[in-house]
């Protein structure tokens, strides 16, 4: 199936590793320009090199900050000159504190709004007028917490919910100026991030890794962690032309993980 991607330009962010890493792969074997953006040098570089092995296009590495509003701004200019515009915004950043309510500070609220609410928000602020000018596509990585809450995740679970009443509700604005605006939801992946969960879900718990990723997974009806590139295959997806009617709305992606409407 031809996608329709061949010449698009997309910048991800949160682009070196797990999802955003696959969906820079998987972009850039359609055809598309890609630039990842990403906090460490040393993860860009790995999915730099990566992504070139397999595709022997290397896509464009920018180092930057999302939680703050001036590498968010340096972050999209670098991208659209270097590029020549973007059609293409991807957010894939942040992530959200866990624990016990009464255990969590302000600042670990302060600090999961800002990483993941605010810094896709940010994204799609600087990166709006350019993806206007070609009619455009955001898609934004959130998650199931948004909509399945959890008494250990509550960060989490506001932050995505936060997310999706701004996908949702910035489709609404945007569809005037021809720009799709989408979300994905994924449950558990196969990620750096996931490993983490379930060692904070063990110290919580007072049981071990091994069981309290078995207890995490006993809530996903397939059974398992997805792999990036079934959460990246969908956004490439959504992104592209054969998508071209979606917009305002959330994808589940979880294993039947989400048992709300």
């Known amino acids: 199936m031809d996608l329709g991607l061949e010449g698009k330009r997309a910048l991800i962010t949160g682009g070196s590793r797990g999802i955003g890493r696959a969906t820079a792969l998987g972009l850039v074997r359609e055809g598309a320009s890609v630039a990842i953006a990403a906090r460490e040098r040393a993860g860009l570089d790995d999915a730099v090199a990566e992504v070139a092995e397999h595709t022997g296009r290397p896509p464009l590495a920018i180092q930057g900050d999302c939680t703050v509003a001036a590498d968010v701004a340096r972050m999209i200019q670098e991208a659209r000159t270097a590029m020549g515009g973007i059609d293409i915004l991807v957010n894939s950043v942040g992530a959200a504190k866990g624990g016990h309510f009464l255990d969590l500070s302000e600042d670990d609220w302060y600090q999961s709004l800002d990483s993941k609410l605010l810094g896709e928000i940010r994204c799609c602020r600087q990166a709006l007028p350019f993806l206007r000018v070609g009619g455009g596509v955001i898609v934004n990585v959130i998650g199931h917490r948004g909509k399945q809450p959890e008494a250990r995740a509550l960060p989490a679970g506001v932050t995505n919910a936060g997310l999706i009443n701004f996908t949702v509700g910035l489709a609404q604005e945007e569809a ?27 110290r919580l718990l007072g049981v071990s890794v091994a069981a309290a990723r078995e207890q995490w997974l006993s809530q996903v009806p397939l059974g398992r962690v997805a792999r990036p590139q079934e959460v990246a295959d969908l956004i490439v997806f959504l992104a592209s032309d054969r998508a071209s009617f979606i917009s305002g709305t959330v994808v589940q992606v979880d294993g039947a993980a989400t048992r709300c409407v």
Do not use: L, Q, W
């Open 176 to 202: 005037r100026h021809g720009v799709r605006v989408v979300g994905v939801n994924p449950g558990p992946v196969d990620t750096r991030r996931i490993h983490s969960v379930f060692e904070t879900e063990a």
